[in-house]
């Protein structure tokens, strides 16, 4: 049996990995990073965690869903005590990507790397249509 799925694909990795995979009225979002458009990468967490959400909404859009869309996600960190140094930061981007409070189910993982040496955080999610 096949499933009906609708994909996009952007981005350096396209060949490889799908930004966005649509199932029915389910969306699963691969992890995006805070690498701007132009490719470059701000060395804080707080300011990769606002280009990671940017990115976020970009492949939601692509589907005709944004932020309120999103039922759960999960950060990808490759040092917890960074993200608890600058909580305020990285929470506050959050925030400001939800429009407020997020009511949303979430995970915070450490891992030893990401894809690229520079990244601290990867953000991945499912939305619901």
Known sequence: MTIDR????????KDFIAQGVQVGNVLYLSGQVGVDRDGS?????AEQTK????????VLSK???DMGNIV?????????SEVFDNLEGVYGAREAAYGGKPEVSQTVVQVVALV???LKIEIKCVAHF
């Open 6 to 13: 609708k994909t996009y694909r952007s981005g350096p990795y």
């Open 41 to 45: 990468t701000p060395t804080g967490i």
């Open 51 to 58: 280009i990671a959400y940017k990115n976020m909404q970009d």
């Open 63 to 65: 589907f005709g869903a």
């Open 72 to 80: 759960d996600e999960t950060f990808f960190v490759t040092d917890m």
């Open 116 to 118: 690229q040496p520079e």
